[in-house]
């Protein structure tokens, strides 16, 4: 079975420039989540979705960032005008089970996408 | 509002002897616990999961981790380390079958030859 893919693997880009991430989830997982990992820190969730809709955004400052997943498969996360705070490690991770549903959802990751910022 | 505290941000092991890493959560629920690993520069790999089904967790690599309600507490453990586990370990919470799904800062496991 084919893993969580992400593109790229890394990304180097101005502040104020924009920058697109894109995550492809295990087939047939229905959720889909978004995470930001800086450096020395644990990875916190920016955006989950639940097939095309959003399950939770409140992390997600969207002033300058935004994400979709149209037809509830593949995702993309942009940030423009990106600042320096904003290099990571950007993850994408996906689950089989719908958010809410009884039991756990193991989360399957992706290898992540590093951007610098500067 | 849940919680994880992963109450050592280093741990020092020499190779053949027991490993503990700590967590401590909170949750307003009953929650589900895992323990993930991150090898330089590789993905997270879950290594275990707590479901209400059992206390004592067997994971991947000979670790394992005891739900403990009364203390609030989901300690990782391994017997003997070995080199290879050396890598960042994260507890991680997760409330209602994959909403509000939280972080612990990290714990770095370094192993001694």
């Known amino acids: 079975e084919a893993g969580v893919a992400q593109s790229p693997r890394y990304k180097i880009i101005e502040k104020r420039q924009s920058v697109a991430f894109w995550c492809n989830p295990i087939?047939?997982?229905?959720?889909l989540y978004w995470y930001q990992q800086i450096l020395g820190q644990g990875p916190k969730l920016l955006i989950q979705?639940?097939?095309?809709?959003?399950?939770?955004d409140s992390q997600l400052p969207k002033d300058r960032f935004s994400a979709e997943r149209l037809k509830g498969v593949d995702s993309t996360l942009k940030i423009q005008p990106a600042k320096l705070e904003d290099s990571a490690v950007y993850l994408c991770?996906?689950?089989?089970?719908?958010?809410?549903?009884?039991?756990?959802?193991?989360?399957?990751f992706g290898p992540g996408t590093r951007l610098t910022v500067l | 509002a849940q919680s994880v505290t992963q109450l050592d941000s280093h741990v020092s092991v020499s190779e053949g002897t027991p490993v503990l890493l700590r967590c401590n959560y909170s949750?307003?629920?009953?929650?589900?616990l895992f323990w993930y690993v991150q090898h330089p520069n590789k993905g997270l790999q879950l290594l275990l999961k707590?479901?209400?089904?059992?206390?004592l967790v067997k994971g991947i690599n000979g670790f394992e981790a005891e739900f403990k309600k009364s203390e609030t507490s989901f300690h990782l453990t391994k017997p003997s380390a070995h080199m290879s586990d050396a890598a960042e370990y994260f507890c991680?919470?997760?409330?209602?079958?994959?909403?509000?799904?939280?972080f612990g800062a990290g714990t770095r496991l370094f192993v001694k030859a």
């Open positions: 991770a996906s689950s089989l089970r719908l958010a809410g549903a009884e039991g756990t959802d193991t989360q399957y």
């Open positions: 087939s047939g997982h229905a959720t």
């Open positions: 979705f639940q097939n095309n809709g959003v399950v939770d």
């Open positions: 949750s307003s629920y009953s929650p589900s």
């Open positions: 707590y479901t209400s089904a059992a206390t």
């Open positions: 991680v919470v997760s409330e209602g079958g994959g909403f509000k799904t939280i």
